[in-house]
């Protein structure tokens, strides 16, 4: 067995392994960004989300010149305790 134990509270970890979640509590959203500035990159655009689990970013970028066209898409993971708002919040 490869449980571990928590040494301060005795609990095995794999104390939540077997607890069914609700479908509801996990959404996958897609935003579609729009005036993105030149100088934005895909990590920045994932720290300003402030989401805990980003799926994708795809920004769109002028080849030649190397800079973000100023859109793009974020597909972010939400869980039980983040709300969508606060995420668009952020890129407001």
Known sequence: M?????????????????????????????????????????????????????INVNLDEDNFRGVCKGTGRIQIRLNQNENLEDIALAFA
């Open 2 to 54: 490869l449980a571990s134990n928590d040494p301060i509270t005795g609990k095995s970890s794999l104390a939540n392994y077997n607890q069914v979640r609700n479908p509801d509590e996990i959404r996958v959203i897609d935003l579609e960004l729009k005036n993105l500035p030149e100088g934005a990159d895909k990590l920045g655009v994932k720290k300003l989300s402030g989401a805990k689990q980003v």
